[in-house]
């Protein structure tokens, strides 16, 4: 199985500040034939089912706020809050989707306000 | 609208057995793959099964394989999960969920029901 890793395990980052999550899995998730990487990120809230904000790594689900953005490629992959709003404090874990199942998520990051 | 819905969650002691059900509208439901996917209390969120839109092919964690069934009756609009010989680990909110689009397995989760609560205890 593929395993993922996620770094910080949290951050408190001030209000209109960036906040970035790294997220590295333990085998490619890039198809080589769509170059497409299976990799996802989702949001979490306290009380709440998991929220998909990102997929194909970089592909901003629709209604996400413009501010979250994904990157990376192969193994290592990024999700990037560029300013920071008070609704964004959340878990947010990644998930990979490549191999065949369990497609494993990440251990997940929280992340504070300051 | 999508809607997920789960039900069947409860209290059973170890070793026993509880059938899990997520009732789904808004979607064409015998179009999709669907996955289980649970969360133990505080913890982070683990894949658990997923199957086929015809139910030819499911695949599972390793931790739950020949323990747990995942289903669905596409006629119902519903997918299942018969657990069996429950252990306290198991003890877990319980998600349903559907992929992006309707091309395969291979997709992230982009609906998701509000979960039912699981608790293995004697």
């Known amino acids: 199985d593929i395993v993922m890793t996620q770094s910080p395990d949290s951050l408190a980052v001030s209000l209109g500040e960036r906040a970035t999550i790294d997220c590295k899995s333990s085998?490619?998730?890039?198809?080589?034939?769509?170059?497409?990487?299976?990799l996802a990120w989702y949001q979490q809230k306290p009380g709440q089912p998991p929220k998909l904000l990102i997929y194909?790594?970089?592909i901003r689900e629709s209604g996400v706020p413009d501010r979250f953005s994904g990157s990376g490629s192969g193994t290592d992959f990024t999700l990037t809050i560029s300013s920071l709003q008070a609704e964004d404090v959340a878990v947010y874990y990644c998930?990979?989707?490549?191999?065949?199942?369990?497609?494993?998520f990440g251990p997940g990051t929280k992340v504070d306000i300051k | 609208e999508v809607q997920l819905v789960e039900s069947g969650g409860g209290l059973v002691q170890p070793g026993g057995s509880l059938r899990l059900s997520c009732a789904v509208s808004?979607?064409?439901?015998?179009?999709?793959?669907m996955t289980w996917v649970r969360q133990a209390p505080g913890k982070g969120l683990e894949w658990v099964a997923n199957?086929?839109?015809?139910?030819?092919?499911?695949y599972y964690v390793d931790s739950v394989k020949g323990r747990f069934t995942i289903s669905r009756d596409n006629a119902k609009n519903s997918l299942y999960l018969q657990m069996n010989s429950l252990r306290a680990e198991d003890t877990a909110v319980y998600y349903c969920?559907?992929?992006?689009?309707?091309?395969?397995?291979?997709?992230?989760?982009?609906?998701w029901g509000q979960g039912t609560l699981v608790t293995v205890s004697s």
């Open positions: 199957i086929k839109q015809d139910e030819s092919v499911t």
């Open positions: 085998q490619s998730v890039l198809y080589s034939s769509n170059e497409k990487n299976y």
């Open positions: 194909w790594a970089s």
């Open positions: 808004g979607f064409t439901f015998s179009g999709y793959w």
């Open positions: 969920a559907r992929g992006r689009d309707d091309s395969g397995a291979y997709r992230a989760l982009s609906f």
């Open positions: 998930q990979q989707y490549y191999s065949s199942p369990p497609f494993t």
